[in-house]
């Protein structure tokens, strides 16, 4: 049965860039006759420090934040890694199939490392393994994720191929990474060659799923952009990263190409775009974050569905990663 695996980290707020790359299109998925598994990796969120304190309250608002967006956990199965430990012991198995040569050319790590490599964390290096066994311990064969993302569902498949093959055994499927929709790539409001990412030190360059309509708006009119008007079609955006990113989000949000956003907006000033652009962005955000809030009120809810989500994950992943150990030649 095909099987779809996502998940993100509880690594601080969701943004704007997490919601229009990837949840926004975990709740289209839903819509298709397919079982899915969304998960807050909590066990990823860790390998850069996380304040005890901090990171509880962001695995609830995280998962608050899927089933506001539309998640819905009857449905989907919604829970954090950390509570079924098949992830784990899988992610063990990959780090020996992995090589370290893989590791260190991912971008993310070669980013997020800084120069100062020998201080980061192991599990920083391994992140990528671990992840491979988020997907693989349900045998998942879509995921959907942001445009960042590619370059680890591509070593997923390197994983899977090498176990494949180093025990002789057609086992794991090969999955495809699902990058999709007007804005997989959402850039920092400050920096137009940065993506937006909630762990980035600087508020200002990312719309936060929590921020009210006046933050929105400030965030916005102050977003860099150039002198420009805007052109009438997508070719004239090219050398403009600031001014694309700003017209991929509102195309993101109103479901619309940036064709059909430049047929509106082209000849316009920023001064005129921007307040179009913090309408939408209000609109479309403010009910999920009323509802964010609300559920945060009941954090009892919030954890008992994780709970019940954890419980029906490992009925997929014990038999998977049992099957695996056998493979490998464990006694047990
Ligand atoms: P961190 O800075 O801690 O890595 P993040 O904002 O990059 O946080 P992740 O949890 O790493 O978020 O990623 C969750 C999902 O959101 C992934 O599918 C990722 O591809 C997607 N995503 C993250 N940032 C963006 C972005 N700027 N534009 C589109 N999709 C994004
Ligand atoms: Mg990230």
Redesign the pocket.
Known sequence: TPRVF????P??GL?L??Y???IKRFVEKQAEPIEQVYCV?DM??IT?WQDPEALRRQTRELTAGYLAAGIDPTRSILFNQSQVKEHAELGWIFNCVARMGWMQRMT?WKD?AGKNTQNASLGLLAYPSLMAADILVYHATEV??????KQHVELTRDIATKFNHDYGVDFFPIPEPRIEGA?????SLRDGSK??????PSDASRINMTDDADTIAKKIRKAKTDPEALPSEAKGLEDRPEARNLVNIYAGLAEMSVDQVLAEAGGKQFSEFKPMLSELAVAKLSPISNEMSRLMQDPAEIDRILGQGADRAREIAAPILTKTKEIVGMVG
């Open positions: 996502s998940g993100i980290q690594s601080g943004t860039g997490n229009l790359g990837a990796v990823h969120a850069v993310q997020k959907p994720v942001g445009e960042d993302q804005a997989t790539r959402v850039m993506k937006m990412s909630k762990s980035d």
